[in-house]
């Protein structure tokens, strides 16, 4: 099947709508090669969704080759298509039936792969930072990803989320509700224009607490806004002001 792309009119911060066809690489648990022509869903250039008959294990490594748009890439910007390592943050099934289909997101983290790839395809990362290119970097990971591995406080948290330019910092946001919040992330309601992969900054005055973040899912709602699932890179929110107010909580 071949690669290609056809762009719609519709083009906001960051990211852009349209229809483009990618090729997904990988290998499975053991390690034989696997490919697969996939529809992004959302693309940015720090990352992209898209669905596959195929479940990708979070923390895990996939290449895509894509024939992104010139000035949403971080590099190659005169090749034909880009060639880029995107770290898994989301894997769910969609699919009800017998024939499976699963919703992935991935964070883009550069040309190459980390050289204990070559060795472990199966090797997990987490994502440490970003580069000075905008993309994101990676570190191994010592266990596997384990969902639901912290405390979730279902409690509304007032917030600023402020959209984050790699070039120039911070260029507007909103001011908006959390729904829950735990040390290593939330889920935040947001009408702005962010897909997976991309970067915001979450900001609390009211427990002193700014970090940086990447969308790891976002699902659509009815009243017109999408519940975004935040995963805080470096710092961790500061859930002891949580205890102390006795907020209850629940594993989850």
Same mark, same amino acid.
């Given at each position: 099947m ?8 519709k083009?906001?911060t ?11 690489k ?12 996939a ?8 990352g ?5 008959s195929?479940?990708c ?15 949403m890439?971080?590099?190659d ?8 390592w ?5 894997s ?31 090797q997990?990362y987490?994502i440490s ?15 596997? !990803?384990?969902?639901?591995?912290? *405390?979730r406080?279902?409690?509304q948290? %007032?917030l600023?989320? @402020?959209?984050?330019?790699? =070039? ?34 979450f ?5 002193? !607490?700014?970090?940086?973040?990447? *969308?790891?899912?976002?699902q659509?709602? %009815?009243?017109?806004r @999408?519940?975004?699932?935040? =995963?805080?890179?470096?710092a ?17």
């Amino acid at each position: 099947m071949s690669v290609h792309s056809q762009l719609s009119s519709k083009q906001h911060t960051g990211s852009i709508s349209m229809s483009l066809q990618a090729v997904v690489k990988g290998r499975d648990n053991s390690e034989r090669p696997w490919k697969e022509a996939a529809h992004l869903i959302s693309v940015s250039p720090t990352g992209s969704s898209f669905n596959l008959s195929r479940q990708c294990e979070v923390g895990t490594l996939v290449l895509l080759l894509v024939p992104l748009p010139a000035h949403m890439r971080c590099y190659d910007h005169d090749k034909d298509i880009y060639r880029v390592w995107g770290l898994v943050q989301h894997s769910a099934r969609i699919s009800a039936d017998d024939k499976p289909e699963f919703h992935i997101g991935v964070a883009f983290i550069g040309k190459n792969a980390p050289a204990s790839y070559k060795s472990d395809p199966q090797q997990h990362y987490r994502i440490s930072g970003v580069h000075e290119n905008g993309m994101w970097s990676v570190e191994e990971s010592k266990t596997p !990803f384990k969902k639901r591995s912290d *405390v979730r406080f279902w409690q509304q948290v %007032d917030l600023y989320l @402020a959209l984050i330019d790699t =070039k120039h910092g911070s260029f507007g946001g909103e001011r908006t509700v959390a729904e829950n919040v735990s040390r290593s992330g939330a889920a935040v309601f947001s009408t702005l224009d962010v897909n997976i992969g991309d970067r915001v900054k979450f900001i609390s005055a009211e427990y002193d !607490f700014s970090g940086l973040a990447v *969308v790891c899912d976002r699902q659509e709602g %009815d009243d017109g806004r @999408a519940k975004l699932h935040l =995963k805080f890179v470096q710092a961790a929110f500061p859930v002891e002001t949580f205890m102390k107010t006795n907020v209850m909580a629940e594993e989850v």
